[in-house]
């Protein structure tokens, strides 16, 4: 085990994500809603794009020059080197929404360290915006004032609560539509916001909870820096603290017991 990251180790993280960010946005955005965007399918049936494949050799290029000693898992190219210290890095989160030419999806890159992420930076250059905490110094956003601290929302009830749940489909593979009705019969609003941009719309107190199923560590490694930074909680759906449980639940933290006990009932 590796010793825990110092305040000042993981500013330099920090900044080097937030250099990575730059790298990923300057491939990804060019090709985004291009008439000759190249298109393919994975073996899992998912589809990926040239935009995807550039968009991470950018990060890897940096990060193999500048970090050698530091593992890489990205979704399109695999894991590398070091699991102490690992780089997770979806390039384009949202790639259905990215070829259809609809502006959620961004990329997300995060330093765990033993397994735990530690530094996280989400980037949606369609929008214009991004998001980024280290462990221990805040969640912060972008604005055309500067950045702004993150702060989870303060509701406290299920009957006030607004979430996202992702995708009906998703519910239903995981055996858990049934629980999905619950949820929607028993909060103020549900919608499926969609991918990361859900999360950041948790950390920014905008919605309550987000949960979906499937995902692998690079779909949330990002986010969980910022939500936790920003005074919420996440876990898997069965609430274990780790990555690759391949289920997530988030909350603003003070509703998350509650969800866990509606969800499980």
Known sequence: ??????????????????????AADAQSLPRF????????TKADNSHVTDADLATERAIRSILEAERPDDGIFGEEYGAQGSI???????????????LRGVPLWGTMIALAVDGVPQVGVVSMPAFGRRWWASAGGGAWTS??????????SSVASLDDASVSFQSIAQWSDAGQLDALLTLADRVWRDRAYGDVYAYMLLAEGRIDMVAEFDVKEYDIAAAVPIVREAGGRMTSFDGEETLSARSVLATNGILHEAFLTLLHD
């Not at 825990?4 to 960010?21: I, K, M, N, Q």
């Not at 809603?33 to 393919?40: C, G, K, N, R, Y």
């Not at 102490?84 to 990215?98: E, L």
Request: net charge negative; no cysteine; hydrophobic share 40%.
């Open 1 to 22: 085990m590796t010793a825990s990251p110092s305040a000042d180790s993981l500013t330099r993280d920090l900044e080097l994500a937030l250099r990575l960010a730059d």
């Open 33 to 40: 809603d291009s008439a000759d965007l190249e298109i393919s």
């Open 84 to 98: 102490q210290r690992q780089w997770i890095i979806d390039p384009i989160d949202g790639t259905a929404n990215f």
């Open 143 to 152: 604005t055309t004032d500067g950045p702004r601290r993150l702060q989870a």
